[in-house]
């Protein structure tokens, strides 16, 4: 009972769910206004339910992606952000899943690791933490050797990820052919962007956003649920403004072994 409670608790006393409550109650005392505060409080509430943002984000974090047909030249790891400076490791979460995904990628394949992203030196941090916490062969170069990685730390978005990353393999004389690592619910636009400007690309996914267990009465509403819709709405929007910036799209349809069809997003190269 008290377990029920405290759920009930959380889900409507805290924000977001709180601000739905007030609007629910304004709505009894303002009598005249019922209709508008019963509605904003019941948007509030859908917004951060998990229907709702398992709805917007399954379809971006399911995408399939179609092989590379060329062997990679580096791993690509998108920037994700960054936490307290004051932090052992001063990437966000999930700046954090993409470095440890593409350089365990890195290791395994024996190639080079290329971050790109605003916060490449918080990167570098972590990078040389590791290598000397976990003795790994690991240094920074300004090639794309074995064992080393390169940091790009002048991009402010994915735009722009994917361009100065093309601009350093051109004045490497380096094949565009990457494993691309970044968060699955992002991999959408920048698998967009990247192929915009002519790599060959092998997508690897991580941070998923979704929970195995989806239904769970105790966070139908959370600001967890909020931060994934926002999350999901900024890809699509993201997605959709690329033709502004001359990224031609087309859903294609990728062959699957199973029943079930299967697409992907392409976009014309640069």
Known sequence: M???ISKLVTMFLLPPGLFG????TGAFLWRRAARPLTISALLIW????TPLAYLLLQPLENMDFPPSKTSPTAVVVLGGGTAAQEDPFPLSSSGMKRLLLGLLIAHRHNLPLI???FEGEYAQKSLEKIAREFNLPLRHCTTL???CYLIEGESRDTYENARYTRALFEELQASPSIILVTSAFHMPRAYLLFK????QIEARKTDYQLSATPLRWHTFISMGNLEA???ALHEYL???????RGVEITLEPLPSHSEASHWHLQAGEH
């Open 2 to 4: 008290i377990y029920t």
């Open 21 to 24: 409550t007030l609007l629910i």
């Open 46 to 49: 859908f917004s951060s339910s």
């Open 115 to 117: 971050y790109t992203g």
């Open 145 to 147: 050797e074995r064992g």
């Open 196 to 199: 915009h400007f002519g790599f």
């Open 229 to 231: 819709t926002y999350k």
């Open 238 to 244: 993201g997605i959709v403004s690329l033709s502004l």
